[in-house]
Nanobody, 122 residues
Framework: VQLQASGGGLVGAGGSLRLSCAAS????????LGWFRQAPGKEREFVAA????????YYTNSVKGRFTISRDNAKNTVYLQMDSLKPEDTAVYYC????????????????WGQGTEVTVSS
């Protein structure tokens, strides 16, 4: 599976962005997907994950109620809708895929896309 993330940019606090991650491969629908982020000088952290059916979603506490992960298996794409953005959301965002389950630890994911940069100004 090859992943291509897009949708990052510069937005003011309180604004919204939608990240997309397009995947190649015919087995996309059988993969769990996750979003992670890495701010300068910090470790990569879990943001959200979704099961292969889309029926289960997981979020880190700091984004609950503000971010929504979803997937469109017909388009081989996973999305991260980010609302009410805060300066502390500034980071490079990465999508990841795994054939087993929706993990919250980066080390568990087998496939990674390149990052897309999100900057939230105060």
């Amino acid at each position: 599976v090859q992943l291509q993330a897009s949708g990052g940019g510069l937005v003011g606090a309180g604004g919204s962005l939608r990240l997309s991650c397009a995947a190649s491969g015919r087995t996309f629908s059988s993969y769990a997907l996750g979003w992670f982020r890495q701010a300068p000088g910090k470790e990569r952290e879990f943001v959200a994950a979704i099961s292969w059916t889309g029926g289960m979603t997981y979020y880190t506490n700091s984004v609950k109620g503000r971010f929504t992960i979803s997937r469109d298996n017909a388009k081989n794409t996973v999305y991260l809708q980010m609302d009410s953005l805060k300066p502390e959301d500034t980071a490079v965002y990465y999508c990841a895929a795994d054939p087993s389950r929706a993990w919250t630890r980066a080390i568990e994911y087998d496939y990674w896309g390149q990052g897309t940069e999100v900057t939230v100004s105060s």
